[in-house]
């Protein structure tokens, strides 16, 4: 009775050792410090860092990105036609934590996004292109979202 106690109790510290190496649980504190996202013509680049976990750990990003356009098509202040059209992008590379338990990373992903072309309508074409971006970290389940819009909000875009 006394040596099943004393073999079970050894397995214990051997199960806590392989968590903590792999990166699970144990990187409870692990989040991403940044995240940018730029969408040009139709490469989205994504930048990030995520801090928080043991050095020299292993792990998986994945990158999930989604581009819609909403455009009108107006001919003298009334709109002939309004379309919207999305895309979509994925990747999921693999990182190593630095000795400061970071992993910084910058993906470019093939966001194509095109709109129908409207042949023989006599209209100016005016086009609103927005992203967003969900960073995941497969290991220790911390996640991020970054949006944004072509051209910036801030530049007085109007809404088609």
């Not at 040009?40 to 994945?62: Q, Y």
């Not at 059209?85 to 990182?95: F, K, L, M, Q, R």
């Not at 990373?105 to 023989?120: E, F, I, K, Y």
Request: contains cysteine.
């Amino acid at each position: 009775m006394a040596m099943t106690w004393l073999r079970r109790l050894a397995a214990v510290p051997v199960v806590l050792a392989t968590v903590t190496a792999t990166g699970g649980p144990a990187d409870a504190s692990a989040g991403f410090v940044e995240a940018k996202a730029r969408w040009r013509g139709d490469v989205l680049t994504v930048s990030f860092r995520e801090a928080g976990l043991e050095p020299g750990a292993t792990t998986t990003i994945a990158i999930k990105a989604r581009g819609t356009v909403n455009a009108v098509c107006q001919r003298a202040g009334n709109i002939v036609m309004s379309v919207r059209a999305t895309g979509t992008a994925e990747d999921a590379p693999g990182y190593t934590a630095a000795d400061d338990g970071s992993v910084r990373g910058v993906r470019d992903l093939d966001l194509s996004v095109h709109l129908p072309t409207a042949q023989g309508l006599n209209c100016t074409l005016a086009a609103i292109r927005s992203f967003s971006v969900v960073l995941r970290d497969l290991t220790t389940n911390a996640a991020t979202e970054i949006r944004g819009q072509d051209p910036p909000a801030s530049q007085g875009a109007e809404r088609p």
